[in-house]
């Protein structure tokens, strides 16, 4: 059983920055691969970044490539995605999962623990 906990959304103005954090707990969290995802109002949830267990594995959504950065650091159970260059289109709810997929995987459901999401909001 792993527990996910996203913080550090919040509104800021296009062009802008933000690192969101996914705190996970649980004895084997840092064996599970992890992603996040997004999810716009009135849309589906969709892939934006996934990084393997020791980080060496990394994976992003064409909308996130140049802009956005994974990472992990396992001594403190947390994965962190930074968001550069802001735009509204990326105004959604921002949720980490936990995976033991190999590969790239890139569809929910290919995630087994979800967190329930922190709220990034773009302003133009």
């Known amino acids: 059983q792993v527990q996910l906990v996203e913080s550090g959304g919040g509104l800021v103005q296009t062009g802008g920055s933000l690192r969101l954090s996914c705190a996970a707990s649980?004895?084997?969290?840092?064996?599970?691969?992890m992603g996040w995802f997004r999810q716009a109002p009135g849309k589906g949830r969709l892939f934006v970044a996934g990084i393997g267990t020791l980080g060496d594995r990394i994976w992003y959504a064409d909308s996130a490539k140049g802009r956005f950065t994974i990472s992990r650091d396992n001594a403190k159970n947390t994965v962190y995605l930074q968001m550069n260059s802001l735009k509204p289109a990326d105004t959604a709810v921002y949720s980490c999962?936990?995976?033991?997929?190999?590969?790239?995987?890139?569809?929910?459901?290919?995630?087994?623990?979800w967190g329930q999401g922190t709220q990034v909001t773009v302003s133009s």
């Open positions: 999962a936990a995976t033991v997929a190999l590969g790239f995987p890139t569809s929910q459901g290919s995630y087994r623990y």
């Open positions: 649980g004895r084997t969290a840092s064996s599970y691969g």
